[in-house]
């Protein structure tokens, strides 16, 4: 049987063909073996396959005497939270933006923090070694032939944990949000029950979008990956601001009152010179990957801001806030990580952080987020390649060096294999969009003729 690895957040696939419950099973029991947890946390999105997959993970668990304790649908940071409170691995079965057919299991340690890489290696090494020899296929049958919760496969069915991860995000909230109408859009997802109870009871005028999961319209032409329903609503609602969550709640887009996307680089530059001049910004630094634009680095320049730049993936961002003792970073597609407040990334719980920061600026998000930063065109394109060739900076070198001349300090150049899918991801930036194009054109030429020679 094919074995999925860990890309930049955990295991991914198509459910049911590439994540299966053999290898959710799999996954399960080499993780016990690894991590030797007493209990086990699992909580899954809405997706119709979740429920299979958590099952088999969670008999894995409960087969070398793993105490497994069962959220039901939840946000994955919350999780993180209750796995960091009863010292358990934490386990949530989603694939955050990704559509309805493809599933993922995310690991978290007992520290509520995401695997390391000698952990993740060691669960992979784990499973390379556990055929299984038609075990995990009588696990499988037995897990599809039934609709039974996952209590009947020995875990204990305690949705109300999560109360102690609402009580976390409600009490970092700094002020009322009292006055302020919200829309939020769930996704679809894991956050369609809790998110507006949150901000209701914060004070906000809540209208809640994409809350009615039916397990195949989870990021269904909604949430962060989708904000044109959310952009529409804010305008037609006259709303303050409006916030998307992705499938399982760990990250966000904003909308500001004018109806205009306010994406992670932008929340970023705010929040950090907020925190900054709040005496809440460690070291006066702030951590992103590769993918942040020059824009944002440009901003955090002028305020005297040091910026920390990690590889793609805010497992790297974590990894090295916990290192350093920083306290903030995130992504540009809006995993914001406030690491005095939470172990992980956390979508509802960095919306409460944005909307404490309006309320205490007076300011309108429009507004904020026009001071905090301006963006350098960015243009990013995927090339599909049949082959992943192993020297690819070697074989590209002098078409980027060529693109890099005609930019100067005004552009830049990203090109890296997706963690996810098989594709080459080429990003540009440049002063002029119509610059950063033809720049793009001419590199994604370069790695298909290197990919194909």
Known sequence: MARLRFGTDGIRGRAGTELTTELAYDLGLAAAHVLRPPELVIARDTRESGVALARAVAKAANSVGVVVIDLGVAPTPAVAHVAAERAAVGVMVSASHNPWFDNGIKLFTPAGRKLS???QGAIERQLEHSASGGRSERVSSEVLSSAAVIAKDGASHRPELLAGWVEAVTSSATSSFDGLRVVIDAANGAASHVAGPIFADLGANV????????????????????????????TGAGADLGIAFDGDADRLIAVDNLGQ??????????VAVDLRDQGRLADSTVVVTVMSNLGFHRAMQSQSITVEVTPVGDRHIL???????????GEQSGHLIFHDLATTGDGVLSAVQLLGLVVRSGRTLAELSDEAMVRFPQVLRNVKVANQVDDLDDRIAEAVERAERRLGDNGRVLIRPSGTEPVIRVMVE????????????????????????
């Not at 996307?261 to 705010?270: E, F, H, I, T, Y």
């Not at 990894?319 to 970073?329: Q, T």
């Not at 119509?434 to 790695?447: G, K, T």
């Open 430 to 453: 440049a002063a002029v969009e119509d610059e950063a194009q033809d720049v793009c054109v001419a590199l994604c030429d370069a790695v298909l003729a290197a990919c194909s020679s």
């Open 261 to 270: 996307v306010v994406d992670g680089d932008q929340l970023m530059a705010m």
């Open 319 to 329: 990894e090295s806030l916990h290192a350093h003792g920083w306290s903030f970073g």
């Open 207 to 234: 209208i809640m979008l994409a809350n009615t999961p039916d397990g195949r319209n989870i990021n269904d032409g909604c949430g962060s990956t989708d904000t044109t329903g959310l952009q529409r609503s804010v």
């Open 117 to 119: 890489d000698i952990e």
